[in-house]
């Protein structure tokens, strides 16, 4: 069968890396959450005290680049992501990070260092990533695009759900949807790969949809290109 790429571009909260791992399990691709990949840096950079009231010392994160690795294991058939070699997958969900991301990802050196890592991992088809600018500078030749929103109050109520479901009992639903609409404007508004709906993306509102109904149509779109691609 032919294998594709798949880009995944969104909101936060939206679903996106649902509907990803559904794709990646359904056709056996290998998934990738680029966002965690920045969320991994934004830790590093919290923990090295490289962002003090609220800003982030640049030219120290930059010098710091080369010393950190980023890497994926499956854990309980879920992927997790490493840090230095350390598991980080709960602390990268955390609000503080969350809180940070967006500004650490804006920083163009810091998107140029991990957008080529990205692109290497694809170089080989097969793959399914998820992120905010995959379809347009990540993967702007991937077969299949997506772009994915939802009302913000809908994906502020579906992320504290996730939260409390895994132990992040410590913010409260308004404080995530004022997270997720600050993020929303930095994302869309930065210099760099803001996030942005790719001419040849196919758009998908989750508001009203389960996550069954966003998966099989998801799935739909990609076997429809895969068939086209194959005759």
Known sequence: MTKINIAIDGHSSCGKSTIAK????????????????YRAVTLFALQADMIEFEQVKEAELLQSLSKIRIGF????????????????????????????VSQVARIPQVRKHLVLQQKELGKNKGVVMDGRDIGTVVFPGAEVKFYVTADAAVRAQRRFDEMNKKGYSEVSLEMIKENIEERDFMDTHRKVSPLMQASDSVLMDTSNLSQSEQLNLAIETVNKKIGELGR
């Open 22 to 37: 559904g794709l990646a399990k359904a056709f056996n691709y290998l998934y990738i959450d680029s966002g965690s990949m």
């Open 73 to 100: 294991k499956e854990v309980d058939g879920e992927q997790h992501t490493l840090l230095n070699g350390k598991d980080v997958e709960f602390e990268i969900r955390g609000i503080e990070v969350s809180k940070h």
